[in-house]
């Protein structure tokens, strides 16, 4: 978001603010340490544990249900409320997050993309740090055809692999699922590695899932199958790509799922690529969702679009930092 931007959405956010106070939707992917994390997704044990504290010392941290419960009825929410929300289902949600979640007797949502629960495959944008980013002596140039795009990149050194690699994630993550398999086929063979992911990266077992909804601290939710940006695909994949998702958490959990997440669900106001657009509001609302997050900054009121909320991204601050940006946004 660019600096004109950046002071419209102050400005429009400290107006808001005056005529209701605002909650927060804060957005995580993993709690754990990893050697490598270009994508800044993990937060680490011992700050997520003291942001936890902090959330639960100065702030009204609600359940899932609770949040809905307000927005359906127009409500304004109690002063300084906060949810807590995962993207993705990464195994250390269950293995690393959730005891330090009970510990603080924090609840939290948990939205689950279903492709590669249960596998050991990694989500594409892991894997391409794999690929690209763990030491695979690589090939000097990459020519590589996307979507029907031929695309050419240096690859000989240690910064132009690493450039090759941001470039590729931002051209991957407009694509649909099938291109980006297409794609990461292609790059395992370039690099001459496997399609085996790593223990370090992996999605939750079924099992380790289960466990999870059994938690009184956990809400589970859908973010679709193979984790596209929905707003790129028509409305008829939109619908599968969501109800997938739904479908097999409901099946495994035997429960219904109320709540979606937008995978990246970034908002743009220019140009033809789209994370999320009307009609995947439409999907959601056929599918019987009940509430979706998308990932965009901005705070919580009563008028806000109960089907594309804005969400907060936390990334491995410490307590310090957390607190100061917790009362910035309650502040603007």
């Given at each position: 978001m660019g600096k004109l931007s950046d002071a419209i959405f102050s400005a429009g956010n400290f107006v808001a603010n005056k005529i209701q106070p605002p909650a927060v939707i804060l957005?995580?992917?993993?709690?754990?340490?990893?050697?490598?994390d270009p994508q800044e997704l993990a937060v680490s044990p011992a700050n997520f544990d003291a942001q936890l504290q902090h959330l639960q010392a100065d702030y009204n941290v609600l359940h899932a249900d609770q949040f809905l419960y307000y927005l359906k009825?127009?409500?304004?929410?109690?002063?300084?409320?906060?949810?807590?929300?995962?993207d993705d289902g990464y195994a250390d949600n269950c293995l690393e997050a959730l005891?330090?979640?009970?510990?603080?007797?924090t609840p939290a949502l948990f939205y689950i993309t279903t492709s590669k629960l249960n596998t050991n495959k990694e989500q594409w944008w892991d894997d391409l740090e794999r690929v690209m980013l763990t030491g695979n002596t690589l090939p000097a140039t990459l020519e590589i055809t996307i979507n029907g795009a031929a695309h050419q990149f240096n690859t000989a050194t240690s910064s132009a692999i690493t450039d090759t690699y941001y470039a590729l994630?931002?051209?991957?993550?407009?694509?649909?699922?099938?291109?980006i398999d297409q794609a990461m086929q292609y790059l395992y063979s370039w690099a001459g590695c496997?399609?085996?992911?790593?223990?370090?990266?992996?999605?939750?077992t079924f099992d380790?899932?289960?466990?999870?909804?059994?938690?009184?601290?956990?809400?589970?939710?859908?973010?679709?199958?193979?984790?596209?940006?929905?707003?790129?695909?028509?409305?008829?994949?939109?619908?599968?790509?969501?109800?997938?998702?739904?479908e097999i958490l409901e099946s495994l959990l035997q429960e219904p799922m109320q709540h979606f997440s937008y995978p990246f669900g970034g908002r743009k106001f220019l140009g033809s690529k789209r994370y999320y657009n009307a009609d995947s509001i439409k999907a959601c609302k056929e599918l019987g969702l009940q509430m979706v997050c998308a990932n965009y900054y901005g705070q919580v009121h009563t008028w806000s679009n109960r089907f594309a909320?804005?969400?907060?991204?936390?990334?491995?601050w410490p307590i310090a930092e957390f607190k100061s940006r917790m009362e910035r946004f309650f502040k603007l």
């Open positions: 957005l995580y992917h993993r709690v754990t340490s990893l050697a490598q009825r127009g409500k304004p929410l109690p002063k300084r409320s906060v949810l807590v929300t995962f005891p330090i979640m009970t510990a603080q007797a994630q931002a051209i991957l993550r407009f694509c649909s699922p099938d291109v496997g399609a085996d992911g790593r223990p370090t990266h992996r999605m939750m380790e899932l289960r466990a999870m909804a059994d938690s009184p601290y956990v809400h589970i939710g859908c973010h679709t199958h193979r984790h596209p940006a929905v707003g790129m695909l028509p409305y008829t994949q939109q619908l599968q790509e969501i109800g997938q998702s739904k909320l804005p969400r907060i991204l936390v990334r491995d």
